[in-house]
């Protein structure tokens, strides 16, 4: 799998096409949509998950925390209307196609939610992460899993009668605690275990205190019920001050993540593509995707323009908040379990969510080619 991950890549990027396409394709091929040779097995899915902490933990080390500060408005403007517009279109959509209302507005959360991790491979490739646009993406895709998760605790809760004021106080509360642990990692916690890592007798000591670090912040944001790669680009933040061992442990983790385990997380999107309601919901599927392409890119675009950004950043913006991937597979998979999703609806809701994630590179790719730094 991983061999013919690299063919694929090599291939696409020859063709000049984003190689992540070419690995979320990759992982539809050999998924139950087409050859079925390669499961979503729990240790396919561990893998995948190692992967996206490792590729947001990258993200953080390579990010500007002083860029992050300077631009948190319009992060927040970009996260609100990037939440608003896809929310109203697909809600509108879905209540078009004669779907109950409470269906309906659960659909709409799955499409709230982006996920900046296909993004920031698209970024990364393009030397365009620490630029301002690519600063700004990662700023609101944080604020939108936020506001992404806040929706579906208060939804889920609201539509299935068990919400209460107690229990988001609670999650608030947990929220809060987990800022303050940030600010105290930060400061002083992780540049104290940095410094140790020069006293332990091992070549890749520091590599190795950044892993851990990584993993418990990704572990904590899990528990606080927040993503767990939040969790991991918050760590890369902090680890990224400690400049003289960033470039080191930038190298050594991009050789640990890119071998194996973020490979294996863009497969493994493509591996739950089923073609069985395609033909049957061609038409809401098509619809979702388009709706769902279309407000995140005029949404955010929008809060970009509102920030005093030009078109052509605004286009970028926009365009890297399109992409849904693992986080709108997340809250599907919630709200099926509390049967807030049907059988039915379940299927297309994740194919939609497939699609756009293919499709979502290829307009971030146009976009930083009409504004290159």
Not at 13 to 34: C, D, M, T, Y
Not at 157 to 186: A, D, E, P, R, Y
Not at 234 to 252: H, T
Request: hydrophobic share 55%; net charge negative.
């Amino acid at each position: 799998m991983l061999f013919l991950t690299l063919i694929v890549s090599h291939l696409f990027n020859r063709l000049n096409l984003p190689a992540v396409v070419g690995q979320l394709i990759l992982g539809v091929i050999l998924g139950k949509g087409v050859l079925d040779i390669v499961k979503p097995t729990a240790e396919v899915e561990l893998f995948a998950d190692i992967g996206v902490i490792l590729l947001m933990f990258l993200a953080g080390l390579e990010s500007d925390l002083k860029l992050l500060r300077k631009h948190l408005l319009p992060s927040i403007n970009v996260a609100i209307c990037g939440v608003i517009l896809p929310v109203a279109l697909t809600l509108g959509t879905a209540l078009i196609f004669g779907i109950n209302v409470k269906e309906s507005i659960f659909m709409s959360v799955v499409f709230a939610a982006t996920s900046v991790s296909i993004s920031v491979e698209v970024l990364k490739s393009l030397n365009y992460l620490s630029s301002t646009s690519g600063t700004v993406i990662l700023g609101a895709a944080v604020a939108d899993d936020i506001l992404a998760i806040t929706i579906l605790s208060v939804m889920s809760g609201t539509l299935t009668g068990s919400f209460s004021l107690n229990k988001l106080l609670m999650l608030l509360g947990l929220w809060i605690f987990f800022g303050v642990l940030i600010v105290v990692f930060h400061k002083w916690v992780i540049p104290e275990l940095m410094k140790l890592s020069e006293y332990v007798d091992a070549t890749h000591a520091p590599t190795i205190f950044a892993l851990v670090i990584c993993f418990i912040m990704a572990f904590i944001a899990d528990k606080v019920q927040l993503d767990s790669v939040l969790g991991a680009f918050v760590a890369g933040i902090a680890v990224s001050n400690s400049k003289d061992y960033n470039e080191k442990i930038n190298q050594n983790i991009e050789l640990i993540g890119y071998s194996v385990f973020i490979p294996i997380f863009f497969i493994s999107i493509g591996l739950n593509l089923e073609f069985s309601s395609f033909i049957h919901d061609f038409w809401l599927i098509a619809l979702f995707t388009i709706t769902g392409i279309l407000g995140k890119l005029f949404g955010a675009g929008f809060g970009a323009r509102l920030s005093g950004f030009d078109m052509k950043d605004s286009y970028v913006i926009g365009s890297g908040m399109i992409s849904r991937g693992e986080m709108a597979l997340i809250v599907a998979q919630v709200g099926y379990g509390v049967h807030l999703l049907s059988d039915e609806y379940y299927s297309t809701v994740i194919i939609s969510v497939i699609l756009i994630t293919i499709i979502a590179p290829f307009f971030l790719k146009h976009s930083i080619s009409k504004n290159p730094l």
